[in-house]
Nanobody, 112 residues
Framework: QVQLVESGGGLVQPGGSLRLSCAGSGFTISITSMNWYRQAPGKQREFVAGITIWDRTNYADSVKGRFTISRDNAKNTVYLQMNSLKPEDTAVYYC??????WGQGTQVTVSS
């Protein structure tokens, strides 16, 4: 059974950093692409970052240059390093194994 468990969210001041983790089980991360999405209150879920099986990455324009997606195959874990956080980054962040496997989400709040 596929399972995705996110962690690392929390409250951070504007300009701060957080690293989210997504631990996978029931499948092998190294042979699948993985994505991060987020959903802010009252808004639709949106794509944030993705990494392919060849480690090619892509990002939403709103996070380019600030967020970095990576994976550790030995730990079967995908990460999202978030720097220079802004209040508009506040959302629940979800890990996704395409097309339909999702984690439970982790809350990120950027506020002073």
């Amino acid at each position: 059974q596929v399972q995705l468990v996110e962690s690392g969210g929390g409250l951070v001041q504007p300009g701060g950093s957080l690293r989210l983790s997504c631990a996978g089980s029931g499948f092998t991360i190294s042979i699948t692409s993985m994505n991060w999405y987020r959903q802010a209150p009252g808004k639709q879920r949106e794509f944030v970052a993705g990494i392919t099986i060849w480690d090619r990455t892509n990002y939403a324009d709103s996070v380019k240059g600030r967020f970095t997606i990576s994976r550790d195959n030995a730990k079967n874990t995908v990460y999202l390093q978030m720097n220079s956080l802004k209040p508009e980054d506040t959302a629940v962040y979800y890990c996704n194994r395409p097309p339909t496997d999702w984690g439970q989400g982790t809350q990120v709040t950027v506020s002073s």
